[in-house]
């Protein structure tokens, strides 16, 4: 049984690698009944890293759970008839395609609101329709470079690189989430379907321009656009004496606290305010780094507790599945699969009356294809 404050939702998905799939994931994950059609090769994630099974990779098989895997061949008249059946009955539609792809299919959001004049029909693009990189193909690792990602990890690092996570997919793909979940708040209001269009490249330049537009959002601009205590050499976790710890000793309570208590030579007017140490960031980094050198990972930690000043130990993404607070809040899920028992990242929000959970398990290729297409004959059959 599917529950979550979307039970009842049913989405035809037609997205590809990780920007739309994350998005209905999670819709998955809220209740929404999710029906992934694939062509005859299947998704590409599929097969992109390792798995228990061929065709079911740890990238798809997160991405993927708890939907239906419809195959369909959308080139051939039965396949779009089957399609055309799947949207009749959708609230959802949302695809990966470029636009002339799927125009050219015949399932532009005109022909699918033909059939469905209530539905959320999502775009999820590399580019927006109405600028002149609209056909340009784009995955995570463009994107981060045109958004300006490497050129700010050159600033902090003196290397350009890309982040070590597909940033600019997932950020995306929450993007489309709340873009379509807006939609069906508005539908459910007012009734009326519409177009919605996510794009990646505007997503992310939106996203990286929280903090980074800066001096550069006034007319006459007054600095570049650049948030400075991000890109400064000396951001970085701090070496201790044992290993490497984050620490935030940043507003004038947590800065004061810190000095009284550990390096009250620091007590004087260069450094007596937050808007003093912003100004010259790195060389605060830069004295913090060197004192917290002198001490172990654990004696700062209890320090900074006791301190109130916001402190962590660095992990690997590995330490997450033991993590004691991820565990105790119920973060990881155990589903049992053909494949064995898997062990999945769940939901991380909470909701006292809707609450959702992990679907269940990602779909072998075209596994729901009888089962999907038979419920559209009942259905034909009923009306």
Same mark, same amino acid.
């Given at each position: ?21 994350? @998005? ?23 097969? !992109? ?48 395609? =470029? #636009? ?23 775009? @999820?693009?590399?580019?927006? =329709? ?16 045109? @958004? ?100 935030? !000793? ?6 004061? #606290? ?13 450094? #007596? ?7 010259? !960031? ?26 109130? !000043?916001?402190? #962590? ?71």
């Amino acid at each position: 049984m599917r529950s979550g404050p979307l039970q009842g939702v049913r989405v035809v998905d037609l997205t590809a690698m990780v920007m739309g799939p994350y @998005c209905t994931q999670i819709m998955a994950d809220m209740g929404a009944d999710v029906i992934k059609v694939e062509t005859p090769a299947g998704d590409n994630t599929r097969y !992109i890293s390792v798995g228990p099974a061929p065709g079911m990779s740890g990238v798809f098989v997160n991405v993927n759970r708890g939907k239906r895997s419809v195959v369909l061949d959308l080139r051939s008249p039965e396949g779009k008839d089957d399609l055309r059946a799947l949207i009749a009955d959708a609230d959802v539609f949302i695809h990966s395609m =470029r #636009a002339k792809a799927i125009t050219k299919l015949g399932f532009g959001y005109d022909d699918v609101a033909a059939i469905n004049p209530a539905i959320v029909y999502t775009n @999820c693009y590399g580019y927006g =329709r109405r600028g002149p990189d609209a056909d340009r193909p784009a995955y995570d690792d463009t994107i981060q470079a045109e @958004c300006g990602l490497p050129a700010v990890q050159q600033q902090l690092t003196g290397e350009a690189s890309y982040v070590g996570t597909i940033m600019a997919d997932k950020v995306a793909g929450l993007t489309a989430l709340y873009a379509t979940t807006m939609a069906l708040f508005h539908r459910e209001r007012t009734g009326e379907g519409q177009e919605v269009e996510v794009s990646m490249f505007e997503t992310m330049a939106s996203f990286m321009l929280v903090e980074h537009a800066n001096g550069a959002m006034f007319d006459p601009p007054l600095g570049p656009a650049v948030y400075p205590r991000a890109v400064t050499p000396n951001r970085r976790p701090y070496e201790t004496k044992d290993g490497h710890i984050a620490a935030l !000793i940043y507003n004038d309570k947590h800065w004061n #606290a810190f000095i009284d208590r550990v390096q009250p030579a620091w007590n004087s007017p260069e450094y #007596a305010s937050l808007e003093q140490r912003a100004r010259q !960031i790195d060389t605060v980094y830069g004295l913090v780094a060197q004192t917290l050198k002198e001490r172990t990972t654990a004696e700062w930690l209890d320090l900074f507790a006791e301190l109130e !000043i916001p402190a #962590a130990p660095m992990l690997t993404p590995d330490a997450l599945f033991e993590n004691e607070h991820l565990n105790a809040v119920g973060l990881f899920e155990t589903v049992d699969t053909p494949h064995g028992r898997v062990r999945m990242p769940g939901v991380p929000t909470w909701f006292s009356r809707t609450p959702g959970h992990v679907a269940g398990y990602a779909p072998e290729l075209g596994a729901d294809t009888d089962e999907v297409l038979a419920e559209l004959r009942s259905r034909e059959i009923a009306g």
